[in-house]
């Protein structure tokens, strides 16, 4: 599971996230965490282009889809 989050959203918290991370790691769920500096919630793709496309491309070629 890919999941990324904005250093400054504050509608979900980073805690949230870590807890989401957490959850998934213990049932057994591969997690790949990124944090977005500045982001806001929904503007990790605007803010973070360029490290968004890589994630994902990285996090595709990783996982084989």
Do not use: K, N
């Not at 509608?11 to 500096?37: F, M, N, R, S, Y």
């Not at 500045?38 to 994630?55: E, L, P």
Request: a negative charge.
């Amino acid at each position: 599971m890919l999941v990324t989050h904005g250093t400054a959203d504050d509608e979900g918290l980073p805690e949230h996230t870590q807890g989401l991370v957490a959850d998934a790691e213990a049932a057994g769920i591969p997690v790949e965490l990124h944090w977005c500096e500045d982001a806001g919630h929904g503007m990790v793709i605007d803010v973070c282009t360029d490290a968004y496309a890589t994630w994902v491309l990285e996090f595709r070629a990783a996982s084989g889809t």
